[in-house]
């Protein structure tokens, strides 16, 4: 009986998160036994899937995310932000917005995060929910708040020009973005990482 009470719960967490963390299989009381003969296809350390469910190209994504709070829904954090957001290249990706790879992994987190996986990597910066959008389940920064990013990320200019032209074709707010490059070009450090949007903006 136990059994088929884990196999049912282990169906409702697929169905309503898709990718699942041990935490959250946790707080639904399914064994560990469970979890191992119905999740054989396991993501990455603390994240799974369900055997026989159709994989994602944002699995991965989704599960290093869900990660960064393992016992909280996707459901929770969406109804109360924590601040964690897909960010940079892998938002440009997601967004189709130049030519950027999704992975390595980019977040964004108003606290230090540190981590061992050799395919994420955190930023520490105040992103406001404003500037966030929800796309498959995951908060990542609007185009706007991604061009930023990019360029406090330092990646080449050339692909963050495209990526503008790119947004610019799909309803770009250039208020936003030009409000959002002031708040970043405080400094004379800051206002060199912002040249290639200054560029295109003041075109």
């Given at each position: 009986?136990?059994?088929?009470?884990?196999?049912?719960?282990?169906?409702?967490?697929?169905?309503?998160?898709?990718?699942?963390?041990?935490?959250?299989?946790?707080?639904?009381?399914?064994?560990?036994?469970?979890?191992?003969?119905?999740?054989?296809?396991?993501?990455?350390?603390?994240?799974?899937?369900?055997?026989?469910?159709?994989?994602?190209?944002t699995?991965?994504?989704?599960a290093?995310?869900?990660?960064?709070?393992?016992?909280?829904?996707?459901?929770?954090?969406?109804?109360?932000?924590?601040?964690?957001?897909?960010?940079?290249?892998?938002?440009?990706?997601?967004?189709?917005?130049?030519?950027?790879?999704?992975?390595?992994?980019?977040?964004?987190?108003?606290?230090?995060?540190?981590t061992?996986n050799?395919?994420?990597?955190?930023?520490?910066?105040?992103?406001?929910?404003?500037?966030?959008?929800?796309?498959?389940?995951?908060?990542?920064?609007?185009?706007?708040?991604?061009?930023?990013?990019?360029?406090?990320?330092?990646?080449?200019?050339?692909l963050?020009?495209?990526?503008?032209?790119?947004?610019?074709?799909?309803?770009?707010?250039?208020?936003?973005?030009?409000?959002?490059?002031?708040?970043?070009?405080?400094?004379?450090?800051?206002?060199?990482?912002?040249?290639?949007?200054l560029?295109?903006?003041?075109?």
């Amino acid at each position: 009986m136990k059994y088929f009470s884990n196999i049912t719960a282990i169906s409702e967490l697929s169905e309503n998160e898709g990718v699942f963390t041990t935490a959250q299989a946790a707080r639904m009381d399914i064994s560990r036994d469970a979890l191992a003969h119905s999740c054989r296809v396991g993501i990455c350390h603390g994240a799974y899937r369900m055997s026989g469910t159709q994989r994602r190209d944002t699995d991965e994504l989704n599960a290093l995310w869900k990660l960064t709070n393992p016992s909280l829904c996707a459901w929770e954090r969406k109804r109360q932000w924590d601040g964690i957001a897909v960010s940079g290249t892998t938002a440009a990706n997601l967004q189709q917005m130049g030519d950027f790879y999704l992975s390595p992994y980019r977040m964004t987190a108003p606290a230090r995060i540190n981590t061992r996986n050799e395919s994420l990597s955190f930023a520490k910066r105040e992103i406001a929910e404003q500037d966030i959008v929800w796309l498959d389940g995951l908060p990542v920064t609007k185009p706007e708040r991604t061009l930023v990013d990019l360029c406090l990320d330092c990646e080449d200019p050339s692909l963050i020009t495209d990526a503008y032209h790119e947004a610019l074709k799909r309803g770009l707010d250039t208020q936003r973005l030009k409000d959002l490059v002031k708040e970043n070009s405080k400094t004379a450090k800051r206002r060199e990482l912002m040249m290639p949007l200054l560029m295109v903006l003041n075109d």
